[in-house]
């Protein structure tokens, strides 16, 4: 890892090198088209299938409850977005 950020600041790479490489998780970052809707009749797509996140702290559970109270508010007819 110190190669690929060698042009990174020293306190950067101070941080790095502290890394222990047995307890190192690499994940490959991912991208998707954009989707033209969420929905379609009563499918809605919700975390990942929506949002292509990488494994971290449950990231991908927050944005799934984060949508599906927007869209609970949007059905409603909030104002709130």
């Known amino acids: 890892m110190l190669k690929i ?3 990174f600041d020293p306190a950067v790479r101070a941080l790095i090198s502290k890394v222990d490489p047995l307890t190192l998780k ?3 970052l ?3 088209e954009k989707l ?3 929905t379609t009749g009563k499918l809605v797509l919700l975390g990942d299938a929506a949002h292509p996140f990488t494994p971290r702290k449950h990231i991908s ?3 799934a409850s984060c949508n ?3 869209r609970k508010t ?3 007819g909030s104002a709130r977005q």
């Open 61 to 63: 559970s927050i944005v």
């Open 74 to 76: 949007k059905d409603k």
């Open 26 to 28: 690499v994940w490959q």
């Open 5 to 7: 950020y060698r042009e």
């Open 68 to 70: 599906a109270n927007w």
């Open 30 to 32: 991912l991208d998707m």
């Open 36 to 38: 033209p809707a969420w």
